[in-house]
């Protein structure tokens, strides 16, 4: 037993995992930023400095039901992780005994066996305690790896919820000052009829359009009470209005950089998860060899009788017994060669879980940074066509007054102004969202 110990004992049973060999080079694409720093890096209240969003995303980490289930599932593989380094020890059980016995109204004899202790031993030999107990390490680091992984997700989800309220507010604002824009045009427009210079057919078109802007009106409402309670639900509270600032006063970092890909593999929970599942699926596997080899349990029990024969009575003797046993499997009827295809086939499954997670990784880096950059450039061109169609359309209101300019001139410059302001607001929305997914796919959001 001892030289087929040691000649197995530098074998893959033992050894512990290792990272497969992967590439990663070229998984961003060009970034224009050669500096390995990344703001995945930057804790997310430097990140997201608006204190009404700080004091949302600390109610959600306090009271979001899935984060603590995550943190549930932590302790779960802690209590599985620490059965499994116990199982190096003995199992030792105490099982006292007593018995009243009588034969055909004989008088009643009384034996007894006490403290009747048992314990039970297996030997580590092949690596299969070692590799159970590995298996649940691996277990754990993927666990906490999903409580990560939720939370940044949900740091990233409240962040975006909130900046969707901001939005919707924006639009709302923009919307309702539209229409009191037609209020004054269809006001304007009645004082121009009585002097010749327009139709009731005008005022009736213009007034249907201050209907339509009207209903927009309430579509926004509604679309903000529904962001609220998605939002509350999100932070574990009741529906309620949520306390917020403007989107014109937020402030978010001007330059990002991205790092080096292979940052990620150290700052995505998700790629951390999936490797710790791609560990435990090789100790699995390691545990299936072990089934292939022999075990040795050392049992036995010690106790205190008086059931000792005829030539003993009270008081008692002790009674002990210690039993070797070693089984060598031959024939399971192909159980352990299935145990370990199947596990070979889930740490292949693994393995390619593993490397698809870091592929998805980038590319949600690589969209994310797009985002961003297009966003940006059209915050810039919307704003000049934002400044002239402004102009566009005070100069229209000013030629239908005192010239031959009908009213469709004017609708036209203000539903094009209309269209270029909400345009505006959500592409500095699409900007801001841009900066949020990007820090949550280079990994940060970590406390």
């Known amino acids: 037993m001892a030289a087929i110990m040691l000649l197995f004992s530098g074998c893959s049973l033992y050894k512990p995992y290792s990272r497969p060999e992967i590439r990663t080079d070229n998984l961003f694409r060009e970034t224009g930023e050669s500096d390995t720093a990344t703001i ?9 400095t608006d204190p009404y969003l700080q004091q949302l ?12 289930i995550a943190g549930l599932r932590i302790k779960e593989a802690e209590a599985s992780l620490r059965s499994a380094r116990l199982s190096y020890l003995p199992a030792i059980s105490y099982n006292p005994q007593g018995t009243l016995s009588s034969f055909d109204g004989a008088a009643i004899s ?9 314990a039970s031993w297996e030997v580590e030999t092949f690596g299969k305690l070692t590799n159970t107990k590995r298996q649940k390490k691996a277990a754990l680091e993927q666990s906490e790896a999903y409580r990560q992984t ?6 990233a989800s409240i962040a975006n919820s909130y900046y969707t309220l901001l939005m919707l507010d924006k639009q709302l604002e923009i919307t309702l000052q539209t229409a009191d824009v037609w209020e004054k045009n269809i006001q304007t427009m009645r004082a121009l009829k009585q002097a010749g210079q327009t139709t009731e057919a005008a005022i009736a078109q213009a ?13 926004l409402r509604r679309q903000i009470t529904e962001v609220e309670n998605a939002l509350c639900a999100m932070l574990g509270e009741i529906p309620r ?13 001007e330059t990002l950089a991205v790092g080096i890909p292979l940052d990620l593999l150290s700052n995505r929970p998700d790629i951390r998860s999936a490797e710790a599942a791609l560990a435990e699926a090789y100790y699995i596997t390691n545990e299936a060899r072990s089934y292939f080899y022999p075990s040795l349990t050392l049992s036995g029990n010690l106790g205190w009788t008086n059931n ?21 499997p031959v024939f399971y009827k192909g159980t352990n060669k299935a145990r370990l295809d199947i596990a070979k086939a889930q740490q292949e499954e693994a393995k390619l879980n593993f490397q698809q997670t870091l592929l998805n990784a980038g590319s949600e880096v690589n969209n994310a940074l797009a985002l961003w950059q297009s966003a940006k450039e059209k915050v810039e061109l919307y704003e000049q066509q934002v400044i002239l169609l402004e102009s566009v359309v005070r100069s229209t209101e000013l030629l239908m007054r005192h010239t031959d300019v009908t009213y469709l001139e004017v609708l036209t410059a203000q539903q094009t102004l209309l269209q270029a302001q909400l345009n505006q607001v959500a592409n500095r929305f699409d900007e801001i969202q841009g900066v949020i997914t990007l820090y949550r796919a280079l990994g940060g959001g970590r406390i």
């Open 40 to 48: 995945a890096s930057i804790r997310w209240e430097e990140v997201l």
């Open 57 to 68: 995303i600390r109610s959600g980490l306090e009271n979001n039901t899935d984060l603590q």
């Open 110 to 118: 009384k034996t007894y066996q006490t403290p009747n202790t048992t």
């Open 150 to 155: 939720v939370q940044t997700q949900l740091i």
């Open 207 to 219: 007034e249907a359009n201050k209907y339509t802007v009207d209903a927009t009106s309430v579509d």
């Open 241 to 253: 209005a949520i306390e917020r600032g403007i989107l014109e006063e937020q402030s978010l970092p």
């Open 308 to 328: 000792g024969g005829s030539g003993i009575s009270n008081p008692g003797a002790i009674l002990w017994q210690a039993i070797g046993s070693l089984t060598i």
